[in-house]
């Protein structure tokens, strides 16, 4: 069984065996159960490895395209506002962006645009998208993403929005096609990798898993988008505690 998420984030629930998408669809209290569930826990998790760091921010990360870091980002974003915290969710995909599309945000001011120069952060920050949470897109699509992601602007936008936030979420590009999310992630608590049941393969992760420690970038637990519980016909998402032993 498929999940397919309407506009309004309803739910239909289909036999058919085609994948189906969640494009355009965030975490709200219309939200199935078991997602609002599934977010709720990844959250739970998250907070405690966080409760030991100093960094409170976040990147948003997996090894491959299309395994769930935008989709996961948003509503996790969304589901940590829902305390009541100050939540910033920054796209820091300058390659192929989506937090803008996800929210039906304009993309003209933005990570780039910033970084550049053209725009202060206050010109490119939408306030209060859902309560409590604030959003930056990437901006027009710049020629020199890594090198933008790596400038001393970003590094001090990274301290100025830690300091202003009581959490700051960071979608990336895949970590084993560039090198964009292993730059950001440094100045950051760490990564959460996401794989997608069906999808990552184990060699894949690994490699992502080795960049991180060659890099000395904290892994902060993994989720497994998609997956398919025994205990329920749902698909969700699991979250886990990297286990380091494990992939010795
Ligand atoms: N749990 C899920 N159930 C159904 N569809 C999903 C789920 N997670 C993600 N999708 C869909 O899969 C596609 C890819 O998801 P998403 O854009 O979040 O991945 P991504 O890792 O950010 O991709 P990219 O590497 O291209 O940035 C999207 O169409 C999204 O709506
Ligand atoms: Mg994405």
């Known amino acids: 069984m498929n999940v397919k998420w309407s506009e309004k984030g309803a739910v239909d629930f289909t036999t058919s065996k085609k994948r189906k998408t969640m494009d355009g669809i965030l975490l709200s209290e219309s939200a199935p159960f078991h997602v609002r569930e599934a977010f709720k826990t990844i959250r739970t998790n998250l907070l405690f490895t966080l409760a030991t760091t100093d960094s409170k921010a976040v990147v948003v990360a997996s090894a ?43 993309m003209d001011k933005g990570l780039t645009s910033v970084l550049c120069g053209i725009d ?37 936008l990274l301290t100025i929005v830690q300091k202003a ?29 996401i794989a997608r049941q069906g999808q990552s393969r184990h060699d894949q992760l690994r490699k992502a898993i080795d960049s991180c420690e060659f890099a000395e970038v904290n892994i902060l637990g993994m989720v497994i988008n998609e997956s398919k519980s025994a205990s329920t016909s749902y698909y969700g998402y699991e979250y886990s505690k990297l286990d380091r032993e494990a992939k010795k």
Do not use: W
């Open 165 to 193: 936030y009581d959490y700051v979420i960071l979608d990336v590009s895949p970590v084993n096609i560039v090198s964009d999310a292993i730059i950001v992630a440094k100045q950051t608590a760490g990564i959460l990798l």
């Open 64 to 106: 491959m395209p299309n395994e769930g870091k935008s989709t996961t980002s948003a509503n996790l974003a969304v589901a940590l506002a829902q305390t009541g915290a100050q939540v910033l969710l920054m796209d820091c995909d300058l390659r192929k962006p989506s937090v803008h599309r996800l929210f039906k945000l304009p």
């Open 120 to 156: 202060k952060i206050e010109e490119a920050l939408h306030e209060n998208i859902t309560p409590n949470l604030d959003i930056i897109t990437a901006g027009p699509i710049s020629p020199n993403p890594s090198e933008l992601l790596g400038s001393t602007r970003m590094s001090d």
